[in-house]
């Protein structure tokens, strides 16, 4: 499971000398956490290890803190990368071999980056289309970052005699989680709350259809009153409906099953809230029935949760996945 975000691919096996499944990493304005998490097939995945620990401007260094901590060496690490380090762009699949396809696209999307197309680096996904009618997508999610960017999380852990073998981001993560939770055939909506946005994603049989960020945060969430609170929730409100709209418009041949919102803490009730204004069906993503955590009770609490929503998903990816050369 997971998609092999960022270029210059090839596929490699695992090591030996590895550890079993994923050690993730992700840094933002709150702080850098990590976490080592191990999917076996037909096993619930678990979680074995973590730590949050102080912000920092300074990738090297917060990389070499992870190292004392987790060892960086002995594990396949993956990146999880900022808002502003990367952005998604559809576009239409043109006519070419697969050989030559990542390469086409990455020249398609020139008009919609800000930086030269030689420092681009990308990696697509199709979207989702009725398989009923026959054919193919037409249609891809392209996501690109500056190969500058990606070199520094690569130069960063190699400055630990560690290997950065994936960069990944939290749509795809998020698209991980709710694969876990998805009925064959029909679509799941994840409303996942992080300290600093939320991130609403549509997935069909695994595949992303949708994404939209709604810049509302758990940390606002906490800090605001109760006027101030339920002008967040009507807002959170109107982008919801606004997306299963567009979800309905653009994907009318797949029902949507559920819409699936992340842990909160008692103080925000932004579930209720949902449930009393939305026709779609709303629940609560009950990462204790998809993830094993206890290794790490502490991590389990949904304050934490929220901060780590991008790592458990990216470290769900499978480990024969394709890894950044």
Known sequence: MG???????SKRARPPSFRPGWLAFAQDEQGLRWLHMVHEPGEKPRVLAWESLPASNDIVLQVRATALAGKLKRHRCLAV?????YQIVQAELPPVSPEELRQALRWSIRESVDYPVEDVGADYLEVPFDKSRGGASRSAYVVCARRSTLNRYVAAFASVKARLHVCDVPETAHRNLAALCGVEGKGVALLGVMPGYCLLTFTLDGELCLARRIEIGLDAMLAADVAQRTQQFDRILLEVQRSLDAFERQFHFASLSRLLV?????????MPFLVDNLEQKVESLDLDEIIDFSAVPDLAQPGQLAACLALLGAALRSEDAIEVA
């Open 262 to 270: 992340s842990p909160l803490p008692d103080k925000v009730d932004l």
């Open 81 to 85: 990368l900022k808002s502003d380090e």
């Open 3 to 9: 998609f092999p975000y960022i270029p210059f691919v």
